[in-house]
């Protein structure tokens, strides 16, 4: 079920109704989210959810024989093992047997398997994984509540594709009653609104015109395929964070918070600061538990590098079994290493000023290159592409119909994260009048019925 | 938890109840109150074709019918009627997105309304034998008439639709402002999208054969297509399916009782961004309607290769359309498969 569906707008208001009828019984609500999130997710296939339910339940089991086992170690092992293998198994063993087999010239479609992709399977699998490792480290107890932990692993606003939450953050809050914050609830709608103007009438937008161009690259000019590439990136940034939001604020409908996933990353005046502002719930993910365990930048320079090299390999390849998404973490490392050798990780603070602009366009244009090696379907494909943007005459872009009202919806769309960079999210607009307040709802509904392009499924999905 | 809900479905309901009173004060698409061709709306084109007939037939008792879907845009009825006899009324029945059931419930309706089937000319494409018919949208939607559908459920529809395009109850209000001051979209009589060239149409052919096209939507067309070749050129898979062959044997047979003199016009798309028709379906098609009646210009001609005839990849204009008419009423078949 995508959350830009009719099924999405008839499923959320019936299991919210149902869910603050039950105010008082949390056990009761609890069952509620976890039936409606195995809806959720059976929407899309119902075999799916024997994979989840494994999942789960190893998961859990896991986490009660880590912290009563002398063996916590070898059960957390184990788990990881699981884990690790189930997802290797779905995502990564035919991308392998291909480049094995290319390596060494050898036929191979006999060992390949027919099998699909199971949605959000990164997401579920990372943010079970955290848990048990969060046992281990002593930093949650495990819940002998197996509806919470089944509910943990699969509550339906962050899915399928994030953000990836910890234990710690969301286990605690399904284990107390919630009450009902009306100021919350309405802030929960406002970002429903906003997620779903980016995606509808932005990111599906672009897209548009972006396939085309990066289907017939080789016959345009250098400007039309700039203008592709930019609009690449604010495509995969509203579709992502648009689906961030919507998912924090169905959670926050039900009173539950999840973590922020996205602060305006195309603000970011350096490629560090971008990192902390862009998929922040899987960068701290690998932070925590990549990062810091192999020492962090605890044992000299060199390891300090190949530990940031690894963590952004495994980034990469998280994102899919491609060596175009390799390549962009690789891509990824170099820009982020010499910050960190100059210690100049940690040089912006708060919000960025006008005066800061040149940093924050050089920022998006290195970003933005690196668009270009996640969207190509192969290597030779982002090269092509990105040789393409210099061997054509420089004349003035493609225009096709609607690239005009694209451009609008995006420039709307930055003036907006500019001036609203200090709050919370872009349509944190509770201190407005109230005028103001429904004169803005009502006008981004007008401009999602009008300009709302057909309806495409989140890029995020397939990772 | 009151507030809220209270709150959010006023936010949901105030505006909706209120178009709802727009809609049926302004009756944007002129199906409500009494249908009017010079204000009528030509999304809903089947709506407006129907609409039409049933006001002119008592008067002109029409006799040639053109079935077509949004390909009839290349196509003058007068340019049609000149061809084949000056005593003939032709009547475009056009759907944008015709399909052949939609084809055979018109032929079915003509049939029963009493009219002579004298001259018959039906347009098709691959897109004529939809795999899952679309029903939903303004320009699939059916005239009750012919689908049977309830007027309520007719008028709910065409609602949910109105409902999803601003632009639209914006247009309403101005529509039901200006009265009948909006122009035409067809003609009254022939329901001839191009009715208004009528006298001058092969002058403003010379100067552009993709009139009424946008620049834009030209020059991306264009840029779109320029590049392509013969190794783009693909065969559709088989689309008739036995729901289909019933219908067409259906019409078939009411050619065969009115006597009618019919002519099945395949019509072109741009070769190298549309999947050509399976030989199986033409053979069937042939089978049906007879091998000399079947005129296919969606095959690799000079129609079909020659962006400068088209309007988009599946539209030719009325030059391409005129010169094809021509050809199959003066000229042997010389195109046919």
């Known amino acids: ?463 | 938890m009151k507030r809220f809900i209270v709150t959010v479905l006023c936010f949901c309901t105030i505006p909706v109840l209120l178009l709802v009173v727009v809609f049926c004060i302004t009756d944007p698409y002129r199906t409500i109150h009494k249908f009017n061709p010079s204000n009528s709306y030509d999304d809903l084109r089947e709506y407006v074709s129907t609409e039409l007939f049933l006001r002119n037939n008592s008067k002109q008792h029409y006799n040639a019918f053109i079935f077509a879907n949004s390909k009839a845009a290349a196509i003058s009825t007068y340019l049609w009627k000149s061809l084949i006899g000056d005593n003939v009324r032709p009547f475009l029945f056009q759907a944008w997105s015709e399909d052949i059931e939609g084809i055979q419930q018109k032929v079915d309706f003509v049939n029963y309304s009493g009219n002579e089937l004298d001259y018959v000319l039906i347009l098709i494409d691959p897109s004529s034998f939809p795999a899952v018919p679309n029903r939903n949208d303004m320009i699939h939607l059916r005239h009750p008439l012919l689908s049977g559908q309830s007027k309520i459920g007719f008028e709910i529809d065409v609602f949910k639709n109105y409902i999803q395009k601003p632009s639209q109850w914006v247009r309403s209000i101005l529509l039901f402002v200006e009265g009948d001051k909006t122009p035409l979209v067809c003609d009254t009589i022939t329901n001839d999208v191009f009715g208004y060239y009528a006298d001058i149409w092969d002058e403003e052919l010379q100067q552009d054969s993709l009139k009424g096209c946008t620049q834009i939507t030209r020059e991306s067309f264009i840029e779109d297509v320029s590049h392509l070749g013969d190794a783009d050129i693909e065969i559709g898979e088989p689309i008739i399916t036995a729901y289909y062959e019933s219908l067409l044997r259906h019409i078939k047979a009411i050619f065969d009782t009115q006597q009618s003199q019919y002519k099945i016009l395949i019509m072109p798309s741009y070769i190298y961004k549309n999947k050509l028709f399976n030989v199986k379906d033409l053979s069937l098609l042939n089978e049906i309607f007879g091998e000399k009646n079947v005129y296919n210009y969606f095959q690799k001609n000079e129609y079909t290769t020659d962006y400068n005839y088209y309007i988009d990849p599946g539209h030719p204009g009325l030059l391409a359309g005129s010169m094809i008419l021509r050809e199959i009423y003066n000229t042997s078949n010389t195109t046919q498969q």
Not at chain 1, 48 to 77: E, P, V
Not at chain 1, 278 to 293: G, K, M
Not at chain 1, 300 to 321: C, D, E, K, M, P
Not at chain 1, 332 to 354: Q, R
Request: hydrophobic letters at 50%; proline letters at 3%.
């Open chain 1, 1 to 463: 079920m995508l959350f830009n569906s009719i099924e999405y707008a008839f499923f959320l208001p019936i299991v919210f109704v149902l869910y603050w009828l039950l105010s008082g019984r949390y056990k009761i609500q609890n069952i509620l989210l976890l039936v409606s999130s195995y809806l959720f997710y059976g929407w899309w296939d119902w075999r799916f959810l024997m994979l989840i339910a494994f999942t789960s339940f190893c998961s859990w089991g896991s986490g009660l024989m880590i912290q009563n086992s002398k063996r916590s170690k070898g059960w957390l092992a184990a788990n990881i093992v699981v884990n690790l293998l189930i997802l290797a198994l779905f995502k990564y063993y035919n991308f392998f047997i291909t480049s094995f087999a290319d390596l060494f010239h050898l036929q191979c479609n006999s060992l390949l398997l027919n099998i699909v992709l199971p949605v959000g399977i990164s997401f579920y699998t990372f943010q079970a994984l955290s848990y048990n490792i969060d046992v281990y480290r002593h930093k949650i107890e495990p819940t002998r509540d197996i509806i919470v932990f089944f509910t943990y692993v699969s509550f339906f606003p962050q899915l399928v594709a994030g953000p990836i939450e910890r234990a710690t953050n969301l286990l605690p809050q399904f284990l107390a009653p919630r009450c009902f914050n009306c100021e919350e609830a309405f802030d929960g709608l406002r970002r429903i609104l906003w997620g779903l103007f980016k995606k509808i009438v932005i990111a599906d937008n672009c897209a548009m015109y972006v396939d085309y161009v990066w289907q017939t690259y080789s016959y345009h000019n250098g400007s039309t395929v700039l203008l592709a590439a930019i609009l690449f990136s604010f495509q995969i940034y509203c579709d992502f964070s648009g689906y961030s939001d919507i998912a924090i604020g169905s959670a926050r409908l039900f009173g539950i918070r999840l973590k922020d996933n996205f602060r305006m990353p195309y603000l970011s005046r350096s490629v560090a600061e971008f990192w902390k502002r862009w998929h922040i719930s899987l960068n701290t993910w690998f932070v925590d538990y990549v990062y810091i365990p192999l020492g962090g930048s605890r044992h000299g320079q060199y390891r300090t590098i190949v530990n940031t090299f690894a963590i952004f390999l495994l980034s990469g390849l998280w994102h899919g079994a491609n060596w175009t998404f390799v390549l962009w973490g690789v891509y990824s490392a170099f820009l982020f290493v010499p910050l960190m050798l100059l210690g100049k990780t940690k040089k912006y603070h708060g919000v960025p000023k006008w005066q800061e602009l040149p940093q924050i366009i050089l920022t998006f244009c290195l970003v933005a290159i690196g668009w270009i090696i996640f969207r190509a379907p192969n290597i030779e494909n982002a090269w092509e592409f990105f040789t393409a943007l210099f061997n054509h005459p420089f004349t003035a872009p493609m225009m096709r119909v609607g690239l005009k009202r694209i451009l609008v919806m995006v420039s709307l769309l930055i003036v907006v994260e500019w001036f609203m960079r200090h709050r919370e999210h872009a349509l944190d607009i509770a201190h407005f009048p109230a005028v103001i307040r429904y004169l803005i709802y009502y006008a981004l509904i007008l401009l999602i019925l009008e300009y709302g392009a057909d309806s495409q499924s989140f890029i995020y999905f397939q990772f």
